[in-house]
């Protein structure tokens, strides 16, 4: 036995690629139609990168009041604490926003104002919580303050984001269009004016030129890869999953693993073989994405890693929902539902998503592709530094990503193993749920050296056999301490009526189904998984494969057992002429009639190197000729090896019979050679006379008979013909009586007298018995015993049946059905109530509010990037400088900007270069323009940049508390934002 995995990786790598060459042509559809659709998508979505040049107009004070904070009647301003120095406050920013007193509400403390303002406010409204508001003249402190506002729902982590808004959502500055920048540079002015320090300087807010890219370009990425992602599980279910669980319904999945421990190389190299097809066809398809820009600046080393990753995750997936199912049909729903609950949770943002992104490689692949395509959307080079870098806030590292990918590939693997091991299917070897902590199952299993046993050995040993079936209120004994041995180079025939058992106990000796209790010790071994692969066996319904030919199945188990390619070959062509499949030497296993399945299933279960054959009716449905080949080739296996043969051919089980057993009742009536079996039963000799009128002369022949063998009785009658048994005790007196009956046969009305031993079938009758094995239309048995209600009978004259009758027996078809399938119906049922619960708990999910911490507005959130302050006239040096240190103490680079020409800071940024813009642009943070001063105040206009979410206010924030420290250099105004609430969905 070859126990070394090379070559029968080789062996099951060649099978798995007979089934795509068998299936070629589907398969080169699917690909065919997959690969159309995407190039359709990118061909289609192509545009070359257009860029656009967008800014907005600059704002001053009066255009930001005006625009972007109307008052309406459902709006207000809450306020607290509501101190005196408060209100004093607030009657200078009411005066600046002219907004009617009504307007305003004071509270005592923020807690109350926030809940007014979440449950009262119907328009938009603003809440102001001074936290700290140093009194007229008072020397330090900062004014610390926080301001939140019912129509914003912007989260301030957002702020972290750096760039997750893509380019062309620029102006969607809700800030600046919510009104909060209006209240907040009023508020900043107004406690100048409180503090009576300088005021007269004055803010204009713009923004910068940007570049926009044509929308669609900033998904494409991700719309690619989602589609990829779909075509590909559909791809894996119709070409992985439902041929895999194919295998396993059809049994040969069970069956390769009677016959090779390495069965789990089938397994493997199917996997690998759709590994390279997919990862194959995948690389092609990225290629081409890249030929059309899909891919922008990413490399494309790093988006092929994660799609070969992604592959394998999801395979290994596929693997796993494979072991769920036994049946394709069932396969194929729960495969597609399995497939596509990860879709369902991209879409869901909550801490399910979390899990699902640990779970499933859609969602990790689908992360990996987010972050592709934040930096496709900056236009930047994704470097090796790039993979340990969060791209965005709460985003994953790329380097994550991979990590996660190969943790399911493994997680799933082994999941995959552990439920193929506790949860085997039918026909499986079930081990315990704490398998892994036995430490037998990591010791090497011994192989025995059973080939030299001698002729009469003791093969197969049973002993207390017990078994049992139980279906619905029956049960149904199989074996009852049941004992027997089969002996080695010999053939053992088991006898039974149809239903006794003897397949149950094959596939007990096979491990296809579990004893109850009792030994089965086979070539000195107790443990199935030891021994199972040294039996070549012929189940009773044929196993093949229809994408083999009759050459290919032979030469193929052979192999497995042992041979050699050339070895198998030569043998294969030799048994197919034995088997009588010479011709048919290149069919494929779907093409053969009933009878050539059997002889090909026959010649699987003697090919290769085994030590013990069991046939389970190896003749059903072969014609005379090939039943005597079978036996001459079975003669021929009976010199090296045990062989232990089912049949109803009682001709057979004489011609082939060392030893036949006899089993009825669950245990073993009779075991013996034929001979030794007719004459321990005692029957005797059988008359066959033919008589015209029995009934009126048995009297009459029966005395004529019992004169000479007074023991003698009638058998059976089967008119005209009357057999009558002789006992072998009055054998001497035979001839004499049979003289008699001769002579007086005209009298008697005898036509036809013979004389025969006693046959196989005699013996088996009388120790089996006639009836009692039979089973029921049920599928019981008769003898079995009842446990509750008796079995109805039918009546038995016609009647048409009514409308009624014909609805009641649809409804019983289909009660019953439920009934005997109650898991399926459960699940079935189930399924809408899953989906609903799913659609309710994904709509909840969706809209899940989620209270945040309030977020200081610093520039030092920006974490890096450059303010450019543009002062080309030198007016007001102690403020510039002021601005400089500020920019510096948030841990950003200020720097000057030079101009040219006309001195027009945006023509400056319009001067570049467009390819250097986009770079330009992702460092910058602001620009702070000090060109409007003159001589009596300063004026300062913000430019901030779409690239940096809302730099606006941290810019004018900044530029407030520059101007507040230079009149009162221990001060700062620190402003808070505190959004009241986030719906997830809009993260
Ligand atoms: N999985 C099962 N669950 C319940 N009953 C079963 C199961 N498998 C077999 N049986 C019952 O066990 C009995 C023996 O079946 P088995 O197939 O072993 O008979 P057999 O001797 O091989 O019959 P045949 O000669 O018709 O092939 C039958 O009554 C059958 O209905």
Known sequence: MGCSWSPLFI?????????????????????????????????????????QLEEFESKNELALKQLYFPANDEDYIYYAPKTQDVETLLDLVRQDLGIAQEHYRAYGNSEDMQMELELQCRGSCFAINFNNLPSPGSVGGNFSYSLSASHMRLSPKKRFVNDVEINHQKDDDDYIRAGFLTLQNILDKQYFKYQNLATNYEVWVSSMPNLEVVSMDSHRLIYFGTLCSIIFSVVLLSTFVVPFVEEKQNGLKEFLNLVTPMSFLNGLTFFLIRFVFYATFLLIVLILAYFYQALNQICFAYV??????????????????????????????????????????????SWASSVAYVMFSTNAFL?????????????????????????????????WIYCVLIFQSIMYAVLYNYLGCVFPGPGGLKRPFFFFLDPKT???????????????????????????????????????????????????????????????????????????????????????????????????????????????HLEFFAQLRGASRREASEWADTKLIKLGLGGKRDEFGRNLSGGMKRRLSLGIAIAGNTKIVIL?????????????????????????????????????????????????????????????????????????????????????????IHSYVPTARVLNVVKPTVYVCLPY???????????????????????????TDTSLEDVFLKC?????????????????????????????????????QLWLAVFYKKWTFLRNEWLYSLIMLSIPVVCDLGALFTMHAMSVVEYEESLPLKLSQMQSGIVYIHNPKLYYPDVEQQIRRQIELNGLMAKTMETRGNNDVKNESLDLQRENLADFLQNVVGIIDMDRSTEDSPALEIFFSGNRYHSSVDLLNLVDSSMLKLSRPESDIDTTYVPIRRFVSER
């Open 304 to 349: 092929a890693i994660l799609y070969l990753l992604y592959i394998l995750a999801t395979m290994s997936y596929a693997y796993l929902i494979s072991v769920c199912f036994h049946s394709v049909f069932y396969a194929k729903i729960g495969g597609l539902v399995l497939l596509i609950i990860p879709y369902v949770f991209s879409f869901v943002q």
């Open 768 to 804: 089996a018995g006639e009836q009692d094995q039979v089973d029921t239309p049920d599928g019981s048995r008769t003898d079995a015993p009842l446990l509750s209600a008796p079995y109805k009978r039918l009546p038995s004259q016609h009647i048409a049946p009514s409308l009624w």
């Open 729 to 755: 005790a009055y054998k001497s007196t035979f001839h004499e009586m049979l003289h008699k009956l001769e002579m007086k046969a005209t009298s008697l009305g005898i036509s036809t007298i013979s004389m």
């Open 11 to 51: 062996v099951f790598l060649r099978k798995n690629l007979l089934y795509l060459r068998c299936n070629i042509i589907p398969l080169s559809c699917i690909l065919i139609g997959c690969g159309g659709l995407l190039w359709g998508y990118l061909h289609w979505t192509f545009q070359p990168a257009r860029y």
């Open 367 to 399: 992360e990996g592709l987010d972050v592709f395509q934040t930096f496709s959307n900056k236009h930047r080079q994704f470097a090796g530094a790039e993979l340990f870098r969060e791209i965005k806030y709460g985003s994953s590292r790329m380097f």
């Open 442 to 552: 990591y010791q090497k299993r011994q192989r025995n050296e059973y080939t030299t046993a001698p002729r009469g050995a003791q093969a197969i040993i049973i002993t207390e056999l017990c078994k049992k079936f139980r279906t619905g209120n029956r049960e149904t004994i199989i074996s009852d301490n049941l004992n027997m041995t089969i002996n080695n180079k010999e053939i053992t025939v088991l006898l039974g009526h149809n239903g006794a058992g003897k397949t149950t106990m094959m596939n007990m000796i096979m491990g296809l189904v579990p004893k109850d209790s009792g030994k089965i010790i086979v070539c000195s071994e107790r443990d199935v998984a030891s021994y199972r692969h040294l039996i070549g066996f012929c189940p009773q319904h044929s196993v093949f494969m229809s994408y083999m030919t009759c050459h290919q």
């Open 616 to 704: 389970d009716e190896p003749s059903s449905g072969l014609d005379i000729n090939s039943r005597r080949d079978l036996w001459d080739i079975l003669l021929l296996l009976r010199k090296e090896k045990a062989i232990l043969v089912t049949t109803h051919y009682m001709e057979e089980a004489e011609v082939l019979g060392d030893t036949i057993c006899i089993l009825a009742n669950g245990r073993l009536q009779c075991s013996g050679a034929p001979l030794e079996l007719k004459r321990r039963s005692d029957i005797g000799y059988r008359l066959k006379l033919e008589v015209n009128d029995f009934t009126f002369r048995e009297n009459e022949i029966m005395q004529l």
